[in-house]
Structure formats: C-alpha cells, structure tokens
C-alpha cells in the first residue's frame, strides 16, 4: 500500500465548456501523482497541483531516451459513474518495458493504486459527452544527472490526465494506411514491445512521410527482411481473410496491445476463428486480388478500432471492402466500447470501477 499525500490546488482551471472540440492530449487537469525512486527504493508517492518539472541539463533522459509510458481512459458511464478498462494490463506492460530499459520496476499494486487514487482526485476531469474520456498518461524517466551511461539510479514515476475528445466525432470512419517500405520501427531484440518515447522518435520521419501524401498512418513491415507485416503506428493490426481474423504474432518487435490481446478473447468468445501468425505483405494482397481480404482494421486505445478503408504499396493504391467498415470491425467496436461506456454488461472482468 501507498502512502500517497494528497495537496489539492487553491486555483482549479475551469472545465471545458465545449466538450465536442477536447481534441487529444492538449488541455490538462488540475493535478498530477509523482513518486521518487532512489537508493533502490520508490518513495514520496503524492498527488499536487500540475506543474511544470525542473531537472538539470545533464540530465540522463534529456540525452539517453530512458523513458517510458503507458496511455489508458477514465470513462463516464450513462449513469455518471466512472471506471477503468484494464488497468492491471497497463501496469503489467510498463514493468515490463521498465525491464527492457533498465528502469526501475513498481509493486503491481502500488501501481494500480496510484492510478486509481489519480483518478478519484481528477473523477470531475472525465468528461460527460458521449465518447468521450479522461485520457491518463503514466510514465517513467531516469533522472540520474550524469551524461556518463550507466543504469538509471533516480527515476521519477509521474501521471497525468488530459480531458480527451471522441475519436470520431463524426462516427467511425475508415482510414487510409501507407506501407512503409524504407524506415523501420523495430527489430526482434530491440524495444519494439516496450512502450517507450524512443520507438516513437524513430518513427516519426515515416509517419510524416506519410501525411504530405495524404495517409493517416504508416503500416510497419519487420525490420529484417521488410516483408512480414507487423503494426500500423500506434495500432496492432488485424485482417479478416476468408473468414479467419489473422493478426501478427508477438516476436518481440510489436507492441503487445491490450485492445489487440481483448478483440482476439471477444472473437474468439464469439467462434471467430483467429490466427496468430507471420502474414507477409504478398500474402495480404494476393488475399486482396482474389476477393478474399474481407475486413482490415487497427486496434489500440485511443480509437479503439480503425477500419482500414485503403491500403497503398511500393505505389500502387488498394481498396478494402469497398472503404466500408466491415461487420466484424463495427461488432468489436461496439463491443468494446460498450463495455468501456457501461452500455454493455462486463462479463470478462475487465471494468475496475473508481469508487
Ligand atoms: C500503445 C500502442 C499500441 C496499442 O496498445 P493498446 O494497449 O491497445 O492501446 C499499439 N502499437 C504501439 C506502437 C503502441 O505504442
């Protein structure tokens, strides 16, 4: 257990008043939870006003990357209520990319506790409209002030929240993906199943690439033989090929998502057959010219699903299904987010409710 002193702001900022224009990650709460590592040792667990951060420039993270994150939702349900969506699952990955980087790892419990006790202190934070979530942003930075490099010794474990609009406003609307066929995200052995700031600077230049011509993100090839499809940037992928959901498997090179680890429980739950398996970019568009790629979607939580309505390679242009979402796509959508909205009942165990 966390002993966690709790220093409420004297100045709380207005709520947004237009909850249809939140966007993503631009407007913050009124507090944040920080907690100190040192001498081998988390200690110092508080919640305070949010305020800017002061560290010296011979900072490790300013110069090594040693910095993770996770990223999950504080949900309002009809009834006002408000809850998490696996959070346990978040905890779980961010000890685990804490040990690909060498960063000090967290009590399982003390962890969930912090985020749990965050969000009761910012509960007035999660927004009320129809899809919309307080998005919460766990992360962990080596602080060592040495630019000699050695495994971090001073850490600093710090979430904040940021009031977050619904992804598709519009309602759900299929995506155009770009292959990416020069950078690569990551490599087996690498930090591709961490969730830390490095793999995203790395693959910013695709992503960008990507945008000029009109793609909203990049689909990762491996980074060996460019050639077996891994994620679509911030997503996992999957395709429904001749009725069987096909999704890449965990090399170590992909993210293991926990809406990619909760759309294959719900199908597989329904009797959709799902492979976890090597699916190389010749075999999804041989499937695509012989009819077969039926569905093609991205998973993770800020969209929950993406359908993917057009997929361009080595310049040529694709579309699937007709840019229409698909039947699978639009059920685990619902399901999903159901359960996170508590318009459907959790049978699975996954909502943690806050107080
Ligand atoms: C976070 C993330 C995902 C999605 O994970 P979820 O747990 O489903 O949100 C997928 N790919 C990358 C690279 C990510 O960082």
């Given at each position: 257990?966390?002993?966690?002193?709790?220093?409420?702001?004297?100045?709380?900022?207005?709520?947004?008043?237009?909850?249809?224009?939140?966007?993503?990650?631009?407007i913050?709460?009124?507090?944040?939870?920080?907690m100190?590592?040192?001498?081998g040792?988390?200690?110092?667990?508080?919640?305070?006003?949010?305020?800017?951060?002061?560290?010296?420039?011979?900072?490790?993270?300013?110069?090594?990357?040693?910095?993770?994150?996770?990223?999950?939702?504080?949900?309002?349900?009809?009834?006002?209520?408000?809850?998490?969506?696996?959070?346990?699952?978040?905890?779980r990955?961010?000890?685990n990319?804490?040990?690909?980087?060498?960063l000090?790892?967290?009590?399982?419990?003390?962890?969930?506790?912090?985020?749990?006790?965050?969000?009761?202190?910012?509960?007035?934070?999660?927004?009320?409209?129809?899809?919309?979530?307080?998005?919460?942003?766990?992360?962990?930075?080596?602080?060592?002030?040495?630019?000699?490099?050695?495994?971090?010794?001073?850490?600093?474990?710090?979430?904040?929240?940021?009031p977050?609009?619904?992804y598709?406003?519009?309602?759900?609307?299929?995506?155009?993906?770009?292959?990416?066929?020069?950078d690569?995200?990551?490599v087996?052995?690498?930090?591709?199943?961490?969730?830390?700031?490095?793999?995203?600077a790395?693959?910013?230049?695709?992503?960008?690439?990507?945008?000029?011509?009109g793609?909203?993100?990049?689909?990762w090839?491996?980074?060996?033989?460019?050639?077996?499809?891994?994620?679509?940037?911030?997503?996992?992928?999957?395709?429904?090929?001749?009725?069987?959901?096909?999704?890449?498997?965990?090399l170590?090179?992909?993210?293991p998502?926990?809406?990619?680890?909760?759309?294959?429980?719900?199908?597989?739950?329904?009797?959709?057959?799902?492979?976890?398996?090597?699916?190389?970019?010749?075999?999804l568009?041989?499937?695509l010219?012989?009819?077969k790629?039926?569905?093609?979607?991205?998973?993770?939580?800020?969209?929950?699903?993406?359908?993917?309505?057009?997929?361009?390679?080595?310049?040529?242009?694709?579309?699937?299904?007709?840019?229409?979402?698909?039947?699978?796509?639009?059920?685990?959508?619902?399901?999903?987010?159901?359960?996170?909205?508590?318009?459907?009942?959790?049978?699975?165990?996954?909502?943690?409710?806050?107080?």
């Amino acid at each position: 257990m966390l002993d966690i002193r709790i220093e409420k702001t004297t100045s709380p900022k207005a709520k947004p008043a237009d909850e249809s224009k939140l966007g993503f990650g631009q407007i913050f709460s009124d507090h944040m939870f920080i907690m100190d590592y040192s001498e081998g040792k988390w200690h110092d667990a508080r919640i305070i006003p949010f305020q800017n951060l002061s560290y010296s420039p011979g900072t490790a993270v300013f110069h090594y990357g040693c910095e993770i994150f996770e990223g999950l939702k504080a949900y309002r349900t009809a009834q006002g209520n408000v809850q998490l969506f696996r959070p346990i699952e978040n905890v779980r990955r961010m000890n685990n990319s804490a040990e690909r980087l060498c960063l000090p790892q967290m009590d399982e419990s003390d962890m969930l506790q912090a985020i749990v006790e965050f969000v009761k202190v910012e509960k007035d934070w999660v927004p009320h409209t129809e899809g919309t979530s307080l998005y919460l942003r766990p992360f962990l930075l080596g602080i060592d002030e040495t630019l000699g490099v050695h495994t971090i010794q001073k850490a600093q474990f710090i979430i904040i929240a940021s009031p977050s609009g619904s992804y598709y406003p519009e309602g759900i609307n299929p995506v155009k993906i770009m292959i990416e066929t020069e950078d690569v995200r990551a490599v087996r052995g690498g930090t591709g199943y961490a969730k830390c700031g490095g793999n995203y600077a790395a693959s910013t230049r695709a992503g960008h690439k990507a945008e000029l011509q009109g793609y909203s993100q990049v689909l990762w090839l491996d980074g060996v033989e460019q050639k077996y499809i891994e994620e679509v940037g911030a997503m996992n992928v999957m395709f429904k090929i001749d009725g069987v959901v096909v999704t890449p498997k965990l090399l170590g090179s992909v993210l293991p998502g926990i809406t990619r680890k909760s759309c294959i429980e719900l199908l597989k739950d329904k009797g959709i057959p799902v492979e976890e398996r090597k699916i190389s970019a010749d075999e999804l568009f041989d499937a695509l010219r012989a009819g077969k790629l039926e569905e093609a979607w991205g998973t993770g939580t800020a969209a929950v699903v993406s359908p993917i309505g057009e997929l361009s390679y080595k310049g040529e242009k694709y579309t699937v299904n007709d840019f229409k979402i698909g039947e699978t796509t639009q059920w685990l959508y619902d399901t999903l987010t159901g359960m996170q909205w508590g318009k459907i009942e959790d049978n699975k165990g996954w909502i943690v409710p806050v107080e």
